[in-house]
T-cell receptor
Framework: NAGVTQTPKFRVLKTGQSMTLLCAQD?????MYWYRQDPGMGLRLIHY???????AKGEVPDGYNVSRLKKQNFLLGLESAAPSQTSVYFC?????????????????FGPGTRLTVL | TQLLEQSPQFLSIQEGENLTVYCNSS?????LQWYRQEPGEGPVLLVT?????EVKKLKRLTFQFGDARKDSSLHITAAQTGDTGLYLC????????????FGQGTILTVHP
């Protein structure tokens, strides 16, 4: 099993350009997430999905859109990139939601995409 | 908005030393997770704690969940160079039901 994969690994964009980040998981997980990681700020949730065909906003959704047309894929789009979107983007998936239980709530992360917007 | 404050942000120690990383909040969490992240990779789960006062041990790592479920700590005994990495705590519950709120992370460097 590959787990969670992300493409591309690196990308440089100019301000105003658009791009799509692809996340794929082969664990048949219902839940998928997109985070961004910036120095000193941990991981911040951008958007998430609780199942095929569903998406919801996270903590920092502005400037991003997502789609989950297939259960195994979660796409993150930037329509008009800005320098403030320079970051490392992580996709994650989980079998269950985080909560007061010990099992099925582990989030499995991809290796990340390093995006620079000039 | 629920916040998790981790301290210290940076920790640089010699091999063999002990260390503790703290994760504090004013909010109550239903569970708390600790992840470890190596450079160029995504975070990997170390442990989940769900009961106030709970203590879990993973070899040289000891995790504690505060009685009020607002704070947690990670203690490493006799650190090794392989422990080097970014440690992240993440809380679940409250207003962020089903989602994780991450602390800002602690960068640990263990020197030989």
């Amino acid at each position: 099993n590959a787990g969670v994969t992300q493409t591309p690994k690196f990308r440089v964009l100019k301000t105003g350009q658009s791009m799509t980040l692809l996340c794929a998981q082969d664990m048949n997980h219902e839940y998928m997430y997109w985070y961004r990681q910036d120095p000193g700020m941990g991981l911040r949730l951008i958007h998430y999905s609780v199942g095929e065909g569903t998406t919801a906003k996270g903590e920092v959704p502005d400037g991003y859109n997502v789609s989950r047309l297939k259960k195994q894929n979660f796409l993150l789009g930037l329509e008009s990139a800005a320098p403030s979107q320079t970051s490392v983007y992580f996709c994650a998936s989980s079998y269950g939601l985080a909560g007061p239980w010990l099992s099925n709530n582990e989030q499995f992360f991809g290796p990340g995409t390093r995006l620079t917007v000039l | 908005t629920q916040l998790l404050e981790q301290s210290p942000q940076f920790l640089s120690i010699q091999e063999g030393e002990n260390l503790t990383v703290y994760c504090n909040s004013s909010s109550v969490f239903s569970s708390l997770q600790w992840y470890r992240q190596e450079p160029g990779e995504g975070p990997v789960l170390l442990v989940t704690v769900v009961t106030g006062g709970e203590v879990k041990k993973l070899k040289r790592l000891t995790f504690q969940f505060g009685d009020a479920r607002k704070d947690s700590s990670l203690h490493i005994t006799a650190a090794q160079t392989g422990d080097t990495g970014l440690y992240l705590c993440a809380g679940a519950g409250g207003t962020s039901y089903g989602k994780l709120t991450f602390g800002q992370g602690t960068i640990l460097t263990v020197h030989p």
